[in-house]
């Protein structure tokens, strides 16, 4: 079992940072993946970005890329969200989830087993 908890989000205006934090609860992480969702009043939970945890290697959708980057911290078990130039299009609820098994696809949502609360990301214009 796999406990995951978010921080870090917050309001802030269009154009400023923000950087979320997700913890993975217990033992040094073990899965395939870490990755971050959005999801925005009435609309579906989408993809923002993900990193395979042995290897670093990264993934963002399109609409993040060069503005957001993620990383992690393998001796904290904590994978991080750095956001630059928020736009109000950024505003949802963040959420971190694990991806345990071996997948070419680090951008489904099915293939997350665990996943954090969520925190709240507002971006003001």
């Known amino acids: 079992q796999v406990q995951l908890v978010e921080s870090g989000g917050g309001l802030v205006q269009a154009g400023d940072s923000l950087r979320l934090s997700c913890a993975a609860s217990?033992?040094?992480?073990?899965?395939?993946?870490m990755g971050w969702f959005r999801q925005a009043p009435g609309k579906e939970r989408e993809f923002v970005a993900a990193?395979?945890?042995?290897?670093?290697?990264?993934f963002y959708t399109d609409s993040v890329k060069g503005r957001f980057t993620i990383s992690r911290d393998n001796t904290k078990n904590t994978v991080y969200l750095q956001m630059n130039s928020l736009k109000p299009e950024d505003t949802a609820v963040y959420y971190c989830?694990?991806?345990?098994?071996?997948?070419?696809?680090?951008?489904?949502?099915?293939?997350?087993?665990?996943w954090g609360q969520g925190t709240q990301v507002t971006v003001s214009s």
């Open positions: 989830a694990a991806q345990m098994g071996y997948s070419s696809r680090l951008d489904q949502l099915r293939l997350y087993t665990y």
């Open positions: 990193i395979k945890w042995s290897t670093g290697g990264t």
């Open positions: 217990g033992r040094a992480f073990s899965g395939y993946a």
